[in-house]
T-cell receptor, first 113, second 109 residues
């Protein structure tokens, strides 16, 4: 299994509060991704990173920001959480973009009340 | 946008064969992936097709027809532990993965 951890694994927060989720990898892979998974929608890309300090938006980036100051860590921040951001968040990594498989972390279940 | 369709649910008996179909319409194509996801767990990689034809890996096989925008995942000799969701994902022209909503397979004794 790829060395990917996510923290926290579960979080309950209130509307309007900031939340930061962390993804940590030990594989030294260049690419890292944040997805959210909701019933009936499948996994949807929020943001991704192609190197330290290099990030770009995905399909559903509104309300989210990311940062990557080290190869091994990719942070996802909800500046002001809303109930629509209640979801399961998965981090994924890949060695390259064009030919490699993405491997997923264990997920974070976030509930915004 | 991308459009990836797969059935919502399928049920089969232990020892049987199940075929999960996936059709797609995407902006460009750079490969199709199948992932398995057990309830409450992360998706895990099963197979990858980029050329037309059948890829076999033990009890699991995956087929691709690029001209038809079609793939299937074949699960043989079903076991109870195969009860899970199976996700079809297409890598588009920008090398981004787009996922279908997943097919939940229930294996009955």
């Amino acid at each position: 299994d790829a060395g990917i951890t996510q923290s926290p694994r579960h979080k309950v927060t209130e509307t309007g509060t900031p939340v930061t989720l962390r993804c940590h990898q030990t594989e030294n892979h260049r690419y890292m991704y944040w997805y959210r998974q909701d019933p009936g929608h499948g996994l949807r890309l929020i943001h991704y990173s192609y190197g330290v300090k290099d990030t770009d938006k995905g399909e559903v980036s509104d309300g989210y920001s990311v940062s990557r100051s080290k190869t091994e860590d990719f942070l996802l921040t909800l500046e002001s959480a809303t109930s629509s951001q209640t979801s399961v968040y998965f981090c994924a990594i890949s060695e390259s973009e064009g030919s490699d498989t993405q491997y997923f972390g264990p997920g974070t279940r976030l509930t915004v009340l | 946008g991308q459009n990836i369709d797969q059935p919502t649910e399928m049920t089969a008996t232990e020892g049987a064969i199940v075929q999960i179909n996936c059709t797609y319409q995407t902006s460009g194509f750079n490969g199709l992936f199948w992932y398995q996801q057990h309830a409450g767990e992360a998706p895990t990689f099963l197979s990858y097709n980029v050329l037309d034809g059948l890829e076999e890996k033990g009890r699991f096989s995956s087929f691709l027809s690029r001209s038809k925008g079609y793939s299937y995942l074949l699960l043989k000799e079903l076991q109870m532990k195969d009860s899970a969701s199976y996700l079809c994902a297409v890598r588009d022209g920008d090398y981004k993965l787009s996922f279908g909503a997943g097919t939940t397979v229930t294996v009955r004794a």
